[in-house]
T-cell receptor, first 115, second 112 residues
């Protein structure tokens, strides 16, 4: 079974440019998470989807970040315009969802460098 | 919301010794506690987890203990090996919310 897939793995852009990250979760996983991970820190939630619904986006900087999961499967996270401080690893994760806590599986991440 | 604290931030042990990493949480609704290992440049991977209906769980050289009353849980690695060197993250999850709150990580170095 394929794990969580993310692309691209690395992205270097100049500040003020737009950038998009893509995530395909494990088949059948209803819950999808986007995290930001700074060097030496734990993952910080940006947004959580239950199927196609964004149920927790309180930590998403909505002035420049947006996300979508139109068909409740794959998801895209966008930053426009990017700032120097956005340099980090963006992790996608998925879990079965439902009422009980289920194991969360992470993708390999996208390492973003903003110059 | 939940607040997870993790200590120590760095830990060095001699090969063969034991390593212990401790986490505390604040939300009594949390009832699922996974531990992740993250090697440099790689994704976090689940190594062990525990639910609030048990106090201890063991898997070969790795064990996790949970004290619900004190709201803390610990990761124990025995007979450490160089390949155990990585960053370890604890997390707490209130199951009905499908949310995960992570600690700040412990960088473990096993010295051969």
């Amino acid at each position: 079974e394929a794990g969580v897939v993310q692309s691209p793995r690395y992205k270097i852009i100049e500040k003020k440019q737009p950038v998009a990250f893509w995530c395909n979760p494990i088949s059948g996983h209803n819950t999808l998470y986007w995290y930001l991970q700074n060097l030496g820190q734990g993952p910080e939630l940006l947004i959580r989807y239950e199927n196609e619904e964004a149920v927790d986006d309180s930590q998403l900087p909505k002035d420049r970040f947006s996300a979508e999961r139109l068909k409740g499967v794959d998801s895209t996270l966008k930053i426009q315009p990017a700032e120097l401080g956005d340099s980090a690893v963006y992790l996608c994760a998925s879990s079965l969802g439902g009422a009980g806590a289920n194991e969360q599986f992470f993708g390999p991440g996208t390492r973003l460098t903003v110059l | 919301g939940e607040n997870v604290e993790q200590h120590p931030s760095t830990l060095s042990v001699q090969e063969g010794d034991s390593a212990v990493i401790k986490c505390t949480y604040s939300d009594s609704a949390s009832n699922y506690f996974p531990w992740y290992k993250q090697e440099l440049g790689k994704r976090p991977q689940l190594i062990i987890d525990i639910r609030s209906n048990v106090g201890e769980k063991k898997d070969q050289r790795i064990a996790v203990t949970l004290n619900k009353t004190a709201k803390h849980f610990s990761l124990h690695i025995t007979e450490t090996q160089p390949e155990d060197s990585a960053v370890y993250f604890c997390a707490a999850s209130p199951s009905f919310r499908n949310q995960f709150y992570f600690g700040t990580g412990t960088s473990l170095t096993v010295i051969p």
